[in-house]
């Protein structure tokens, strides 16, 4: 039968319990399996100043194999940001003459 599946939980620093699950490409499945990320870890890049490094972990919901990521960022502009909060404002808000997107 299928294994039992144990859940970690991300606590944020306000104290929010988050998960984050995805379809990601398992090695050992050789399959796209559902994962769930247990941890995120941001840092400074030792190796670039106008960025930062992502470390993330995350089990495998079939084999519970734990693979880490790690990626290297780029700091976000201010004009970066300022899109990202626009483009996010149809998924929060309900605005008038709005059209649903559908993902």
Known sequence: MFA???????????????????????????????HTCFHMKYRKSE???????????????????EKVVVKEIPIPTEQAMLVKLLMSLSEKYELKGSVPVSS
Do not use: L, P, W
């Open 4 to 34: 039992a599946r144990t859940v970690a939980s991300m606590i944020t620093s306000s104290g929010k319990v988050i998960e984050i699950h995805g379809q990601k490409f398992c090695v050992t499945c050789k399959q796209i399996r559902g």
């Open 47 to 65: 190796t670039n100043d106008d960025a930062y490094s992502k470390e993330e972990r995350r089990v495998c919901d079939r084999c519970h194999t």
